[in-house]
């Protein structure tokens, strides 16, 4: 069946660092495009950035823009997330999906404070 495993979530101080791998199987993952979306407590849930299946076209939300970098590895039907110089705003549980699917991951909390 179709699986989306997030990993790599935690906790991590103000300016520093994570990445995020989401873990794909069940669908033909090379032919989506790739999203992560993350929510915040009692916020609705945000577009952070998408990439195409060849990685030729990227997207951020400005929030992250110049901090975030997605990628994918299509060998390994795997998509990630580095988040770099992080914020205490950037605290929310990411999630990953296929584009205009249904498929989604469990989510992984990302909590950034001293």
């Known amino acids: 069946q179709v699986q989306l495993v997030e990993s790599g979530g935690g906790l991590a101080q103000p300016g520093g660092s994570l990445r995020l791998s989401c873990a794909a199987s069940g669908f033909a993952f090379t032919s989506y495009i790739m999203r992560w979306y993350r929510q915040a407590p009692g916020k609705e849930r945000e577009l952070v950035a998408s990439?195409?299946?060849?990685?030729?076209?990227?997207n951020y939300a400005d929030s992250v823009r110049g901090r975030f970098t997605i990628s994918r590895d299509n060998a390994k039907s795997t998509m990630f997330l580095q988040m770099n110089s992080l914020k205490p705003e950037d605290t929310a549980v990411y999630y990953c999906?296929?584009?205009?699917?249904?498929?989604w991951g469990q989510g992984t909390q990302v909590t950034v404070s001293s």
């Open positions: 990439i195409t299946t060849t990685g030729s076209s990227i």
């Open positions: 999906n296929a584009a205009y699917t249904a498929y």
